[in-house]
């Protein structure tokens, strides 16, 4: 902080310096996506959330929005061995006060920077302590700038019931993040961290999630009505938006068979909105990691495809893996692969056909199957009429018929032929993305030896992106069961 006449008053990172460190800090963090509630704007006081969108992405009428994705602070005690901000790191470190963070986040809205804000956090001292930080820093934003707009807070894990609470009800989303898919590599790469510490306040915000719904909803509508300002935060919304969380995809030995499986008992058991897959990026060197830096971004695509056939198309965990064949496909992804695999069931008569079905068809998705079903009311469907209603017919075209016509005419329908077809390289023309739009002597990254850029994100290290078949780690024996119950301590 500087006088009027320059001189320097107190010592320690500016906030801009703060902001650059914590900022930079969070941003391997990826389960930022905001969504799931509507809340409007209501006169004297400040913000909105949308319906959709989170941080960098898309709302409905195609906005894209902002969220100010910052850390409290990236002191630690814990020592995880894939994080930048473990204990033993030797980084720059910086907290946030939280009225330095309040005021960020107002100055950010103000300008139109942001729309929300996503809050994580390094454990200072404590998760009690932390979480403390965190709860002032909202109650500020809430209560004193009436702050309606859309807040992400990860709880950290050992956090006290009743702490959780509070952070609950000035949050819109909370996350706990699992980190890893099992205990075993739990104990080996996060030793600070135990299963009972995660799962215990994922099922406290289930649980609150619950019971505020059966039980506040009605009240708290009524009195959402009344003009005031400060509404007390145990009338308050407890975790509208629902709880998520992450696990980290290629730093243990892990199959997708566990992970998925996990995933599946975390959808069901502990209702969790949605379970977010980040690629290891090795930014640490430490022996219990995998020595290679290869970034298994196309397993972390795959497992968020499964992982969406779970969610929205009706799919069970079982019938997209099994343990015979324990990791997904990475040339096709895992519905094609699914429908590879019942080929009985194909091609589906498009104008007869019902809703599940339909959606299982390759190629076609729920709104377009939705659009199908709408349109066949007036008038049977052929190829022209499929394509208006904006089905797009390059993989679904080997798995229909139209009155009675199939569309993959010249195509072997069998599971080699039509797998041929789905892995072929695509002619992306002279035109579009997939045009390789180079020039004739014109340098790839590839001749000048660039690293691979995540997300924007650069890594400390030199990181390739690299086939992940042979990066894999080997599967040990004794990789637990698949499930919660892998988790109870
Ligand atoms: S608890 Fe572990 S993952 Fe979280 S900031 Fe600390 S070292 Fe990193």
């Known amino acids: 902080m ?33 969504s799931g509630i509507e809340r409007s704007a209501q006169q004297g006081r400040l913000g909105t959330t949308m319906a959709a969108g989170c941080c960098h992405s898309f709302t409905p009428d195609g906005r894209c929005i902002c969220l100010l994705k910052v850390l409290m602070s990236n002191v630690c005690t814990y020592d995880c061995a894939y994080c930048v901000n473990r204990r033993s790191n ?14 960020l986040t107002m100055a950010f809205y103000r300008r139109n920077y942001i729309e929300g804000l996503f809050l994580s956090s390094g454990v200072v001292g404590s998760p009690d302590h932390t979480t403390e930080l965190m709860v002032q820093a909202l109650t500020i934003l809430r209560d004193e700038y009436g702050f309606r707009g859309y807040i992400h807070a990860k709880a950290i894990p050992g956090t006290s019931p009743e702490l959780l609470d509070m952070l609950g009800h000035l949050a819109d ?64 919304a407890y975790v509208p938006a629902g709880q998520s969380t992450q696990m980290i995809i290629g730093a243990t030995p892990e199959s997708d068979y566990s992970i998925l499986n996990l995933s599946s008992a975390l959808y069901t058991k502990l209702s969790m909105k949605r379970v977010f897959y980040s690629a290891y990026i090795p930014v640490n060197s430490d022996w219990r990691l995998p020595s290679s ?84 009311k007036s008038h049977a469907l052929g190829e022209l009429e499929l394509r208006k209603v904006g089905i797009a017919l390059k993989r679904a075209r080997y798995f229909i018929t139209c009155n009675g016509v199939w569309l993959g005419g010249g195509v072997d329908f069998s599971r080699e032929g039509l797998r041929g077809r789905l892995t072929a390289t ?3 023309g002279r035109h579009g993305r997939r045009h390789p739009k180079r020039i004739e002597g014109q340098m790839s990254f590839e001749d000048l030896g660039v690293g691979f850029s995540t997300g924007g994100a650069e890594p400390p290290i030199d ?20 499930g919660l119950k892998a988790w109870r301590p």
């Open 2 to 34: 500087y006088l009027a006449d320059g001189r320097k008053t107190v010592e320690g990172p500016s906030i801009a310096e703060k902001l650059e460190i914590l900022a930079d800090a969070a941003k391997y963090d990826v389960s930022c996506t905001s």
């Open 293 to 376: 830096r290869a970034v298994q971004l196309d397993r972390e695509h795959r497992l968020f495809q499964a992982d969406w056939l779970m969610r929205f198309y009706g799919f069970d965990v079982g019938e997209i893996i099994d343990e015979e064949h324990p990791m997904l496909d990475l040339l096709v992804d895992p519905k094609a692969n699914w429908a590879l695999n019942h080929l009985d069931d194909f091609p589906v008569e498009v104008n007869t056909a019902d809703l599940e079905l339909l959606m299982r068809v390759p190629g076609i998705g729920p709104t377009g199957a939705r659009r199908i079903i709408r349109a066949r």
């Open 173 to 236: 989303r909370m996350s706990v993040n699992m980190e890893l898919p099992s205990q075993q590599s739990l104990d080996r790469l996060a030793p600070d961290k135990s299963s009972h510490s995660l799962i215990a306040p994922m099922r406290r915000i289930a649980d609150s999630i619950a019971q505020d719904r059966e039980t506040h909803a009605i009240t708290r509508q009524a009195r959402s009505r009344l003009p005031q300002r400060h509404v007390p935060w145990k009338d308050r």
């Open 463 to 482: 990181v390739a992106v690299a086939d992940v078949r042979q990066e894999v780690p080997a599967m040990p024996e004794q990789v637990p069961a698949a």
């Open 90 to 103: 030797d980084v720059k470190r910086a907290t946030f006060t939280p009225r330095e963070l309040a005021d």
């Open 426 to 428: 695509i002619d992306g």
